[in-house]
Structures are given as C-alpha cells and as structure tokens.
C-alpha cells in the first residue's frame, strides 16, 4: 500500500467514523441478542425491559464487548501474518513551478 493510499483511507475513515462505530454499535448488540435467544441457557434474561430502552441497551452492550475486547484484538491483529506496518507521516512543503508551496500529503 503505497503512503498516499495509506492517506486517503485514514481521511475516508475521519470521514466516515461516526457512521462506522454506529455500524459496529448495532451489529455487536443485535448479534448479542441473537445469541441470547438462541442459547437457551440464558432464558433468565427479560428482553422485554431491552426493547423499551434499546438505546440505553445498545451503548451499554458495546462499551462491554469493547472493555474486554480492545486489547486483545490488537494484540491478534499484530499476530496476523500480513499485518501492514502503518507510520505516521507529516506533509512535507513542496515547490511548485510557479515558486509557491503546496502540501505534500504522505512524505516526511
């Protein structure tokens, strides 16, 4: 992946973060309670008070998952075998023809 790739894929993720988590939101909860309903071993769970709050739910369901899931997923994802390395890079001032400036995105 060439540094400009790298750049436009980290701007597309800025721009569609929000969007993204509440993606991630909605499925980690909906998956939660279909596992809920399928197990039969968790009967004790009233998903009838969860459909009057499904909100309050939903956030509550995915700051859980992510507490106990943050690290270790980043740790697997380092163990993967074609894990990219990303850096960081600053945009670097390039001379135009003309004599002025202009932002270089993904040189150092």
Do not use: C, W
């Amino acid at each position: 992946m060439t540094p400009a790739q790298q750049h436009k894929i980290s701007a597309l993720i800025d721009k569609y973060n929000d969007i993204l988590l509440n993606s991630m939101r909605l499925a980690v909860a909906e998956d939660f309670i279909n596992l809920i309903i399928l197990n039969r071993d968790d009967t004790d769970f009233e998903l009838n008070d969860f459909l009057k709050d499904k909100e309050n739910y939903y956030q509550f369901i995915l700051k859980e998952f992510l507490k106990r899931n943050s690290s270790p997923v980043a740790a697997e994802l380092g163990k993967m075998e074609s894990s990219p390395t990303f850096r960081k890079t600053k945009p670097t001032k390039e001379k135009t023809p003309n004599g002025k400036s202009k932002t270089k995105p993904g040189s150092r």
